[in-house]
């Protein structure tokens, strides 16, 4: 499967964001698409997953403003970001898996990535 992420850009603290994951070669109902991002300096790190039975996962941070969603027909993971804060401000990657659902957080257990899209949240 190929992942294509979409849908960042500069926003201002506060705002919203909503990151698109589009599937193609697969279905997204086979894997269990992650989100991840990495800021600068720093090493990449989980924020949420959907699973293909519709199970969801969030890290802390994120948990409240975030939420991932599935559009089975579009073939597309979304990740809505709502009260973004500075903090946030990373290059953010989709990612797809089958490993089960107690690894999902870790991203060596997955195998199709996409490119990144930055989010830049100003302050």
């Known amino acids: 499967v190929q992942l294509q992420a979409s849908g960042g850009g500069l926003v201002q603290a506060g705002g919203s964001l909503t990151l698109s994951c589009a599937a193609s070669?697969?279905?997204?109902?086979?894997?269990?698409i992650g989100w991840f991002r990495q800021a600068p300096g720093k090493e990449r790190e989980f924020v949420a997953a959907?699973?293909?039975?519709?199970?969801?996962k969030y890290i802390d941070p994120v948990k409240g403003r975030f939420t991932i969603s599935r559009d089975n027909a579009k073939n597309t993971v979304y990740l809505q970001m709502n009260s973004l804060k500075p903090e946030d401000t990373a290059v953010y990657y989709c990612?797809?898996?089958?490993?089960?659902?107690?690894?999902?957080?870790?991203?060596?257990?997955?195998?199709?990535w996409g490119q990144g899209t930055l989010v830049t949240v100003s302050s």
């Open positions: 070669g697969g279905s997204v109902r086979r894997y269990t």
């Open positions: 959907f699973g293909w039975s519709g199970n969801t």
């Open positions: 990612a797809a898996t089958t490993v089960v659902w107690g690894r999902v957080t870790e991203d060596n257990y997955y195998t199709y």
